[in-house]
DNA sequence: CCGAAATCTTACGAATTCCTTACGCGCCGG
DNA sequence: CCGGCGCGTAAGGAATTCGTAAGATTTCGG
């Protein structure tokens, strides 16, 4: 069974080749020959995205920042442009791999190869707001890069708060969603979390407080 | 804290440049200046490998092959050949990246950053995590290279917990696909086996806790 | 500027969850 | 039959987390 292998290319020829190429070497490539803005819906499931950033219309930096935010698939970035800064630029925003135009076709798929021999980590969708990181399968959260232990009741509800950024969420229907029917727990008991994983982000208030209605996950930046 | 990196590269200035950088980002690089031939004694424990391909003496491409042999630490290799059929070979020996001189310390080091923040579980049957490493095919485990004897469920336990390292996986789920359901184990049974695990594996606590939820596989470095 | 309502913070006791040790049972090889 | 080994259970204790109460602070309407 070939891995799945994602390819956003414009460029008609080279398209062809890399996708005939993919295909002699087992893989199960699609081609995209046009960038479009991408969310967890649209992002058909493959195990590998090759990615062109010179595309007409969407600047591909952009996409890889919009997939990172719900996906953890490896992204091989083409581009044309052998510039440290656009590489340094395009693996910090979570690509795996950054290949200068022109190349050989054989080197992609080995580079392909390589990634995919290595786990892909099963998406553990991560979360990143601003300076906050939300890894929902490690359970783990940093605030710019560093570790913050948060107890059970913390993380639960700062990942039902992750998952719509910025969209505020009423305090029942958190209420519902974190506390244990079982143990008790009044609404009040909300703001006592609240109040102790603030503490512990730091201060950038992350979790933003909508009077009246409830709570939201902010940048921890404007304000 | 810092992940552990060998340089193998004989070119002082480069090298220099190499390990500074490496610094600055927070690893904790040590630099050989010479090729040697590596093997299970020699090699130290490392995250990462960056390995220049010429180096006088030993061939580079034949301490990738060693290497390989043995362990599945990840390998960026640098080399100053731009020839494809170059890059292949070191990418077929199992290299993850390869670089060609000249090129900026800062794009390196990007690299190696987009290297690591991947699980290392190995293709094949071997997981390794910082220190640990668990061969699946040989039922074996070894910690800084020294075996270590574990029980059948001790081994199950840590090969499941392997499957997904760094992830935090439940009590219940462990349970489930560890204890045998004729012999009836309770979930307070887990417990016991981690303990006498933690104990066979040493300080470092590979198997961490995740309070209210269950276990993860941790490096056992930081903290 | 005032009062009421909503929210924040802190401290503390109780409950949960987890760790460790000790012990007994059953299986196997000698 | 004996001893070693793997495994499950029980129990005490340590560590962590959770809920509540109560007082401080902020927000909003007027």
Redesign the pocket.
Known sequence: MGKKVLVIEDDQELGAQIVKRLCDAGYEPTWWKEGRRLSRETLPDVDLVVLDLMLPGTYGMDILKDLRVFSEVPVLVLSARNDTADKVRALRLGADDYMTKPFWPEELVERVRARLRRPTLGRGDVVEVGALRIDRGRREVSVRGERV?L????FEFLAALAERPGEAMT?SSLAERV??PE????E??L??????L??KLGRGAFVE?V????YRLGDGRDE
Chains 1, 2 share one sequence.
């Open positions: 232990e107890t059970r009741l913390e305090r506390l244990d143990r008790d727990g009044t009040r008991t703001d006592v979390h609240v109040s102790r603030r503490k407080t009077w009246g209605i409830g």
